[in-house]
């Protein structure tokens, strides 16, 4: 081979990897972002990333020399030494609109996932399909996309970054991956833009209206988390993976145990205090968690969704645990449609990727009223109660103080078949909160009585006694009463017992 021929080769690398102008590049910088080869390289460790399809572009004899790369940079690379494949939309080149050798770029990249058994990462900020190179009758045979998510799903960690403006088609792709993250004030996401909802209903909304951060956080739980920067997404995005197997072949990876505050006497008195002897007393499980797991370090997935679930990663002893909490803080540990949702998506997404499960309750029921049953609570909280009893990863259930109803069998209850269920001191079970079991079968007692209130001190003491956690203990119903500082060594005890059980392999899809 001449010298010519491979400097043209060298010469038509480094013309695409230097194709954005310093002009794009300014106008990035402005708006706090990065362009698609940086995003790649600040995401993956550094000098792994091997680029496919580099010299693809547009076959639009019009578009082919404004196209570098087709508008999308594709490969392989490694977080923390592991293979990951990711694809990185740069909106520079027609606006990030996708044309046809783009999406088989795509395509390959997502098939080379799923054989290789290796997450996949979508780096999003992409525009609808180039109008110049689908269109008309070609539309038939658009939306792959949709059916090859659907095979990875559950068998390779599928990941989402909303870097831009991700309307239509890249939405879908976020909506079908296990984790999304979002950056604020530059990230959106919804099925259409601004220019679309003008055109379609004549309403005027900008992106933020339809699906900025906030909105996507909190309102629809449609992101699982919020990146202040894009540095912040990336961090998100490896956090995330950190806790995941490769694919659901392999269990997830033990790294080296750190200590917990627990492990210390001052952190098992601090852990101690934090929880009040009323039952109506609010307290934040967020921080029982955090005095709990190895190094205090906690990934909460969708936070400010739902929030009176709290649902985390961590690790105990080294191994990845997933925590479904309740959180008094957040309307009293009430579950409502949001924290239903939540809580069913991530325990389906840590069944599927064998992470054993810690349910945390302190929950006095599901909100009831007509509003709730027009979310149709009663649906949702079905889903709930079927991933809960189908969820075949070690299942740990401790009950810090209220187990009332239908929201204690959804967070793992006795009839769930937990691998372990203990209870705090503070514990009580009941099929209905005590005031309303009271009024339902003694209100005309306690009505009718010379002293009402006396009476009904009366009756509430005695159902307390009766709905205690060693009344429970003593039936049988569950298995010990512990001290909360226990509660780690608990989790260990039993990894410890089931881990010969364990076994990694394909078990089911996740629903979006």
Known sequence: MNDELLKELYDRRKAVRGSTSDEALEKLRAKGKLSARERIDLLLDPGSFVEMGLHGHSLHESLAHRTPADGIVVGHGKIDGRIVYVASDDATVLGGTRGRVGELKVARVRAAALAHRAPYIALMEAGAARVQEVFGAMAAGAGSRFAEHFRMSGKVPQVAGVMGAAFGGPSFTAAQSDFVTIVRDIGFIGMSGPVVVKVGIGETVSSDDIGGADRSATVTGQVDHVGDTEADAMAGIRQFLSYLPSNCWELPPRVPARPAAV???????????????????????????????????????????????????????????????????????????????????????????????????????????????????????????????????????????????????????????????????????????????????????????????????????????????????????????????????????????????????FKHRIDP
């Open 263 to 505: 492990d210390t006497e001052e952190g098992c008195e601090k852990l101690r205090s934090l929880i009040p002897l009323l039952d109506k007393q609010a307290y934040d499980m967020r921080k029982v968690l955090a005095l709990t797991v190895d190094g205090g370090e906690l990934f909460h997935w969708r936070p400010k969704y739902g929030p009176s679930i709290v649902t985390a990663l961590g690790r105990v002893n080294g191994e990845s645990i997933g925590f479904v909490a309740s959180n008094p803080m957040a309307r009293g540990g009430v579950l409502d449609e949001k924290s239903a949702r939540k809580a069913r998506k991530f325990i389906e997404m840590c069944d599927a990727f064998h992470i054993p499960l810690v349910f945390l309750v302190d929950a006095p029921g599901f909100l009831v009223g007509p509003a709730i049953e027009k979310e149709r609570m009663v649906s949702l909280a079905a889903r709930l109660l079927n991933v809960v009893c189908a969820a075949s990863v070690p299942k740990i259930t401790i009950v810090a103080r209220k187990a009332i109803g239908l929201a204690y069998l959804a967070l793992c209850g006795r009839s769930m078949n937990p691998d372990t269920i203990v209870a705090w001191p503070t514990a009580h079970f009941d099929i209905m909160g005590p005031e309303a079991a009271v009024e339902l079968v003694h209100g005309k007692a306690i009505a009718q009585a010379d002293d009402p209130e006396a009476h009904k001190a009366v009756i509430m003491k005695r159902l307390k006694a009766d709905s205690s956690a060693y009344k429970a203990a003593a039936m049988g119903l569950i298995d010990d009463v512990i001290d909360p500082a226990e509660m780690r060594q608990v989790i260990i005890d039993t990894l410890e017992k089931t881990a010969a059980s364990r076994a990694a392999g």
